[in-house]
């Protein structure tokens, strides 16, 4: 049987992960990786977190299941965070929540249950998206699309163009949107785009899937969420996915949710059993340590505002080491304008240098970046920034 197997190239970043610690130069910058870094390199565990895990092991009492839908404070709490309290949809009880292994657990049940409703439903993907959307829907049995987003030369989102292709979308089927901080390319929505894209799938009964990632660090908890908010206020059915490993650092603990908005009370009864149904079939019950953290933080006012503290630095470290290195950029004078790096949200941009660029970044100056040219603005720090800019100035200049 396993005769058949083909051998799967492996992920391209992960190889350049192995040439960065193969590479011995003290001077080497990594800014391939895909977690969030603080000014020492450290993906560090949060205070919030080392805290409310202490009291989750000393109130520990049993290592039984926890429920297929996962804890229930963590469900709370994540309907919370995603549409703030007293939005209609929960109000209305129209919002079926599971806590899921990750964001790409949630994206995994969402599409299971897309699939289910309709097996030849189709969801539109932004060009670039994140990679691992293409396998885990696929997985699924959903068929896939794309449609054009980030307008590589003007650095920008194509929005004409984005609308043009969601205004063909049919009826019933699904356009995948990441709710902020772009992942690969860095470039949102603003609320106006929000807006007109609720009324593109309003009016063409498109289905908002939103993945939903790195709220809180755009521009902040409440501002990141507008898409969110407004697709569950405007539309009868939306997808959304949310995922706790970068705004709670809980990457390795796999903590996410998946939430779906109905457009009625009985029809999120049936939405809610097969989500539980669905995630029966893929891994039967949710890992609990990580969600039991979330949950401990956000229903402790304390820990809440800790959290709240430790997350607001992280994204102003963000913002700020997009501003520093434009700004170290446009001091060295390079024919590119990078102004675009500050004004983009999250952890990943496009540098929008060419393969060879990027190459030669890596053999020439030890610093490692995929050949998209994405970066992950986290890898740099104050030691290291000039020693970058001097270095992308340099590949340009050749
Ligand atoms: C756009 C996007 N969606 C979802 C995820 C899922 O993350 P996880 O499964 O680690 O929660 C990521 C992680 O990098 C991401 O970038």
Redesign the pocket.
Known sequence: MLDTLKPIPPDAILGIMVLYRADQAPNKVDLSV?VYQDEAGRTPVLECVKRAEGEVYSAEDSKTYVGIAGNPGFNRGIEELLFGSGHPALADGRVATVQTP????G?SVAAHLMHRANPDTRVWLSKPS?PNHLPLLRLAGLRLEHYPYYDQRAKRVDFEAMADAVGRIGSGDSVLI?GCCH?PCGADLSQAQWQALADLCERHGVVPFI?F?YQGLAEGLEDDAYGVRLMAERLPEVVIVA?C?KNFGL?RERV?AVCVVSPDRERNLRVASNLSNIARGIYSMPPDHGAAIVARILSDAGLKALWMEELEEMRLRLNGLRTLLADKLAERGTSTDFSFVANERGMFSFLGISREQVIRLREEFHVYLVESSRINVAGINQRNVDYVADAIAAVLQA
């Open positions: 895909g990750g964001g790409s657990g994206l994140w990441h992942n993945d990632a995922s490993s990457y996410g």
